[in-house]
């Protein structure tokens, strides 16, 4: 991720003539289907909002201003008393696990998905003999591991978490095994190292109770920085690859790109039809007393994107809500957009040119023509399509405005600019037509300075030849996907149905 850190300049939407021309080509090769973008249900140092379910309202649904679809909650051993497994039907044990159970509620009711990711295992079953890490003075430096006789109770324990959330009334849709297995903490932390996931998964996962909880999904152990060593071992051994469907890590200390841990480790996910989810990262979250600038808020933009572009099919950040995050304090010392309490921050309106429009669709690949030079690669892009929509995303870091030339796959009869130029309200999402005379492959968009850019095309229904083959075949049948874009064998719940007329319409079945 390219930083910068020059100063914001007022901008007209309109790109200045003289303006010079990048040059992307959208091509018709498709990659990774984006399941969606969400956060963390934590606030402060892991502490659940409890009652207060106002991040998640402000945040997740269709129909929010931001978009998210995907909370990620602690499955938590307590510190306090004696921490043993529930007894089954005695929920009200030293676990924490009911401080998500509202916000948990609001996510699935507005069609989104939730998963619970271990800290730790409960102490009694690790050599240490406590749900923290060890690495402390007090805590006598020994490395709390999950204890090789304990192997067998381990997925029958996420199975009492999964009782548990459906007795509150929470299908939760998938399990992680653990929060950053590789980094030795003073927390609540469990060490393994690759071997030991493999041994854990490959003997025992199988007692996962996936009968009782059809659909659900494993995650793998979510490494500190997104390593192969973690990920590659559970896909290459086909006994722990046919228990693993999503493979997980965070970014901590390693760009998506450019230290390349995150592409590497979706290569052999992708080749098994495994989804590949970025599960945690806070971006400048060091920033100290102050709300983040917006290079910084660029520099986020570029996170999301370069993400994608690694092949991630679900990014979750790290808290819903911090002066760094999406959702306000009420701490007056961190700014004054920040001083009153669960309003929504400049980032989600960031995060939402994702998560509004690029959930559900499928990334195509692009090509820069290089002849632009220094001035097209300071730029990023991507491009994705979803139903009959194309999207083009661009982030300008520079100080000059520029005109983007687009060559797409596909013709397209209208379209949509949305725009984010600073850190003000009024510069945040702006939406304008983008006009187009006649259907065309080829066409100039505006890309302002120091901008975040969604261009929305309508592709022309004529000559769409890179849609669903199958949906626009005369003779073939109806199909059907969820609202997140992912197919479905069988209509099931709210759906959309595409005819092979190529026409949609959103509907319900039992």
Same mark, same amino acid.
């Given at each position: 991720?390219?930083?910068?850190?020059?100063?914001?300049?007022?901008?007209?939407?309109?790109?200045?003539?003289?303006?010079?021309?990048?040059?992307?080509?959208?091509?018709?090769?498709?990659?990774?289907?984006?399941?969606?973008?969400?956060?963390?249900?934590?606030?402060?140092?892991?502490?659940?909002?409890?009652?207060?379910?106002?991040?998640?309202?402000?945040?997740?649904?269709?129909?929010?201003?931001?978009?998210?679809?995907?909370?990620?909650?602690?499955?938590?051993?307590?510190?306090?008393?004696?921490?043993?497994?529930?007894?089954?039907?005695?929920?009200?044990?030293?676990?924490?696990?009911?401080?998500?159970?509202?916000?948990?509620?609001?996510?699935?009711?507005?069609?989104?998905?939730?998963?619970?990711?271990?800290?730790?295992?409960?102490?009694?079953?690790?050599?240490?003999?406590?749900?923290?890490?060890?690495?402390?003075?007090?805590?006598?430096?020994?490395?709390?591991?999950?204890?090789?006789?304990?192997?067998?109770?381990?997925?029958?324990?996420?199975?009492?978490?999964?009782?548990?959330?459906?007795?509150?009334?929470?299908?939760?849709?998938?399990?992680?095994?653990?929060?950053?297995?590789?980094?030795?903490?003073?927390?609540?932390?469990?060490?393994?190292?690759?071997?030991?996931?493999?041994?854990?998964?490959?003997?025992?996962?199988?007692?996962?109770?996936?009968?009782?909880?059809?659909?659900?999904?494993?995650?793998?152990?979510?490494?500190?920085?997104?390593?192969?060593?973690?990920?590659?071992?559970?896909?290459?051994?086909?006994?722990?690859?046919?228990?693993?469907?999503?493979?997980?890590?965070?970014?901590?200390?390693?760009?998506?790109?450019?230290?390349?841990?995150?592409?590497?480790?979706?290569?052999?996910?992708?080749?098994?039809?495994?989804?590949?989810?970025?599960?945690?990262?806070?971006?400048?979250?060091?920033?100290?007393?102050?709300?983040?600038?917006?290079?910084?808020?660029?520099?986020?933009?570029?996170?999301?994107?370069?993400?994608?572009?690694?092949?991630?099919?679900?990014?979750?950040?790290?808290?819903?809500?911090?002066?760094?995050?999406?959702?306000?304090?009420?701490?007056?010392?961190?700014?004054?957009? +920040?001083?009153?309490?669960? /309003? %929504?921050?400049?980032?989600?309106? !960031?995060? =939402?040119?994702?998560?509004?429009?690029? $959930? #559900?669709?499928?990334?195509?690949?692009?090509?820069?023509?290089?002849?632009?030079?220094?001035?097209?690669?300071?730029?990023?892009?991507?491009?994705?399509?979803?139903?009959?929509?194309?999207?083009?995303?661009?982030?300008?870091?520079?100080? +000059?405005?520029?005109?983007? /030339? %687009?060559?797409?796959?596909?013709? !397209?009869? =209208?379209?949509?600019?949305?725009?984010? $130029? #600073?850190?003000?309200?009024?510069?945040?999402?702006?939406?304008?037509?983008?006009?187009?005379?006649?259907?065309?492959?080829?066409?100039?968009?505006?890309?302002?300075?120091?901008?975040?850019?969604?261009?929305?095309?309508?592709?022309?229904?004529?000559?769409?030849?890179?849609?669903?083959?199958?949906?626009?075949?005369?003779?073939?049948?109806?199909?059907?996907?969820?609202?997140?874009?992912?197919?479905?064998?069988?209509?099931?719940?709210?759906?959309?149905?595409?005819?092979?007329?190529?026409?949609?319409?959103?509907?319900?079945?039992?």
């Amino acid at each position: 991720m390219k930083k910068f850190f020059t100063a914001m300049l007022a901008l007209a939407t309109v790109t200045a003539a003289s303006a010079a021309t990048i040059g992307l080509t959208v091509n018709s090769k498709r990659c990774q289907t984006i399941t969606g973008f969400g956060a963390a249900c934590c606030d402060g140092a892991m502490c659940p909002y409890g009652t207060d379910t106002n991040p998640v309202k402000l945040l997740f649904g269709p129909t929010s201003k931001i978009g998210l679809n995907i909370m990620r909650m602690e499955i938590s051993p307590n510190f306090e008393g004696d921490i043993r497994v529930p007894e089954w039907g005695n929920w009200d044990s030293p676990y924490d696990w009911q401080g998500s159970v509202p916000s948990a509620k609001i996510v699935k009711q507005r069609g989104g998905i939730v998963f619970g990711t271990p800290w730790s295992p409960p102490g009694e079953y690790k050599t240490n003999g406590t749900a923290q890490g060890g690495n402390a003075e007090d805590q006598g430096y020994q490395k709390g591991k999950l204890r090789t006789d304990c192997y067998e109770k381990f997925f029958p324990w996420l199975n009492t978490f999964l009782a548990y959330m459906k007795s509150k009334g929470v299908a939760v849709d998938a399990v992680s095994i653990q929060n950053e297995p590789d980094w030795w903490v003073s927390y609540s932390g469990c060490l393994y190292d690759p071997q030991d996931l493999v041994n854990l998964v490959k003997g025992y996962a199988h007692l996962l109770d996936r009968e009782t909880y059809p659909g659900l999904r494993l995650i793998s152990g979510e490494s500190l920085g997104f390593t192969q060593n973690f990920t590659d071992p559970l896909m290459k051994d086909e006994t722990c690859r046919n228990q693993i469907d999503i493979v997980a890590g965070h970014l901590y200390g390693h760009d998506p790109l450019e230290s390349g841990n995150m592409k590497s480790s979706a290569i052999l996910p992708a080749k098994y039809g495994k989804e590949v989810w970025m599960t945690e990262h806070s971006c400048t979250d060091n920033i100290g007393e102050r709300l983040p600038t917006w290079h910084e808020q660029l520099y986020f933009a570029e996170e999301l994107n370069e993400c994608l572009q690694a092949g991630c099919t679900g990014y979750i950040y790290w808290y819903m809500r911090a002066h760094w995050a999406f959702v306000s304090t009420g701490e007056a010392k961190y700014g004054a957009e +920040n001083k009153t309490k669960n /309003k %929504l921050l400049p980032r989600a309106y !960031v995060l =939402s040119h994702f998560a509004k429009h690029v $959930t #559900g669709s499928t990334r195509l690949t692009t090509s820069r023509d290089k002849s632009s030079g220094k001035i097209g690669a300071a730029a990023e892009y991507s491009a994705y399509i979803k139903g009959d929509s194309l999207i083009v995303m661009a982030i300008d870091t520079t100080k +000059n405005s520029h005109e983007l /030339k %687009l060559v797409l796959p596909e013709k !397209v009869r =209208s379209g949509i600019h949305v725009l984010s $130029t #600073g850190n003000e309200l009024e510069n945040l999402c702006q939406e304008s037509p983008i006009t187009i005379d006649e259907p065309t492959n080829e066409l100039t968009v505006s890309m302002p300075a120091r901008s975040l850019n969604t261009y929305i095309f309508t592709i022309d229904n004529s000559t769409n030849a890179i849609d669903d083959k199958e949906a626009i075949r005369k003779d073939a049948p109806k199909v059907y996907y969820d609202l997140h874009g992912r197919r479905l064998p069988a209509p099931k719940g709210i759906c959309i149905e595409r005819s092979a007329d190529g026409t949609s319409r959103k509907i319900y079945e039992d």
